[in-house]
Structure formats: C-alpha cells, structure tokens
C-alpha cells in the first residue's frame, strides 16, 4: 500500500482528497497545523501529525517513518483579501515555508510532488477559456505567492531530479456525497457556502457584487468545479507521474461557467428556500469571466469532471449545509 504524505490534508479540498485516496487503496498520512483546517475532517483510520510543513525535523520523520513515497501538497493561506492586507505572512507561509517544505522532502529522497495551485496566477485573463500557457501576472499577493512556487519547480527539477505537477483551480465547490465532508471555513468568503448560509437563514441575504459586467445577465462568469472531481484530479497526476508523465502545469475546470445570478437561481431551487440578494457595486480586480480551458488534463491525464453539474454541487453542499449548520462544530 503506497504511502502518500497530505500536507494541509485537514482543509476542505485535502480533506476529500484523503477520503478518495482511502477508498482507492492508498495510504494517506496527514500533515496538518490546524490554523485553517479540521481535524474532525480527518478519519480516524487515518494517520494524523498536527504540525507545520516548516518543521523539517518532524517532516523527515514522517517521510522515514512512514516511508512515504509521494506528497500531494496543500497546505496553504488562501484569501485573496488577507494576502493583500497581509502579503509578508503569504509569501512566509506559501512560498517560503513549501521551499523549505519541498526541500526537506527532496534530502529525504520523496521526489513526487503534487502542488495545489490556483488560477490566481493568470490574473486579468486575456483569453477566455484560459489556456495554460496564457501569461501569468497575478493582480495578489495570494497568486503571485504560489506563481513563485510553481516557477521554483523547474529548477529544483533539474538541479535535483524533483518531478512535479501542478493543478491551478479554478473554482472549488460541493461536498462528499455521503455528507461526511464539507466547506467551512472561517472567514467564509466563497459564493456557494454564503448563499446556501443564506438560505439557512444565517445571513441576511447574499451581495451580488456588480451588475453591469459583459455577461449575459450582467453577473461575473466563474467555472465551478466539484470537489470530488478536484480530488480525483490529484491522484490521476500522482499516477501519471509514477508512470512518467513529463512534469508541468495543468488546468482543473470543467470549461464552462456559471453566472453569479444562475448560481443562486440554481440553489433557490435545490433548497426550495427563499434566498433574499443585495446587489452592490463591483468589487476591484474581478474579471468578467474566467473559465478553465481543459483540453490538457483531458488529454494527457485522462481526467474528465463527473459530478461537476451546478446541481450536483449545489445538492451535495446543502445536504451538507443541512446535517452540519455549524460546520464541524458539535
């Protein structure tokens, strides 16, 4: 049974990549420091170390221990509020922490990396969907802190024989389909959560926030991906790298989008609640659209999104919004 170390596997997407490794035969180890993660979202079947990925001491101990032979790695700041409030603390925590991270992987002999990435670091796209090799100029400090990584890549590469691949995601969302994990972050700044908060009555209503962007309905386009699929989309890379698949970089989307106002539509009718909308002005930097273009990860890794229709996730996270109003909170 291969041993697959999760760095950040107590957060929302980690969480359900560690669920999916479990069922598909691996054995994942979960490192975690619990500043944004759950550490109810880990099974208890499951091997869990609470600290960061900086201690190198308890990372080679883990690699050793364990004999891990891969990582797929998560662990990360990722509010693109804060890191421009507070852009030292993500280029600490993103980029130089996964440095010192990758670095004491590579003297423990682990040269398998998967890296969570974001489609942060196209920035203002040019082009729509967005291709991979699009430029990369990141309007934040949260996408410019994982560019940095993801350009460090190539050279650790050839300097050390580091293979590498690393999934820009466009936009996360549902839940595990038998309701065991969800999204809860706090603060929670993503459309779907606050929207079906709102249909729980936890919030007063939902903002739209600019209604005059060139879409068909005036709303910002985004490309929603269920989390299940973003999960399978790690461990078919993990595999394609284990069967020597070049290193890069690879969109996960599903190359279509939704509009703010369909999205609440949608949800208006999966929970059959009322769901009251302010609408505000724009917010600075949000592009009209940004859709993925995916003909890479469906080509070369074979992935192709299975439970990624609005409804699907939309279902999935309220029936998880549904059992746990609280979150993990008991």
Known sequence: MESIL???GAGYIGSHTVKTLLEQGYKPVVLDN?????RQSVASNVLFFHGDIADSLLVRRIVEQEHVSA?????????VGESAEKPDLYFEENTAKTNRFVSTLLESGVKRLI????????????????????????????????????QSFSWLEKAYGLEWIALRYFNAAGAALDGSLGEDHMPETHLIPLILKAAL??????????????????????DYIHVLDLAKAHILAL???????????????????????????????VTARTIPVVESPRRPGDPDRLVAKVDKINTLLG????????????????????????????
Not at 34 to 38: D, E, I, M, P, W
């Open 6 to 8: 999760v760095s950040g």
């Open 34 to 38: 619990l500043v944004t993660g759950h």
């Open 71 to 79: 990582v797929i790695h998560f662990a990360a700041r990722s509010l």
């Open 115 to 150: 890296f969570s990435s974001t489609a942060a670091t196209y920035g203002i796209p040019e082009e729509i969907p967005i291709p991979e090799s699009a430029p990369t100029i990141p309007i934040n400090p949260y996408g410019f802190s994982k560019l940095m990584i993801e």
């Open 201 to 222: 009555g936890q919030r007063p209503g939902i903002n739209i926030f600019g209604t005059d962007y060139s879409t068909p309905d005036g709303t910002c386009i985004r």
């Open 239 to 269: 595999e394609a790298l284990g069967k020597g698949t070049q290193s890069g970089v690879y969109n996960v989307g599903t190359g279509s989008g939704f509009s703010v106002r369909e999205v609440i539509e949608t949800a208006r009718q």
């Open 303 to 330: 992935w192709s999104p299975q439970h990624s229709s609005l409804e699907q996730i939309l279902e999935s996270a309220w029936a998880w919004h549904l059992s746990h109003p609280n979150g993990y909170e008991k």
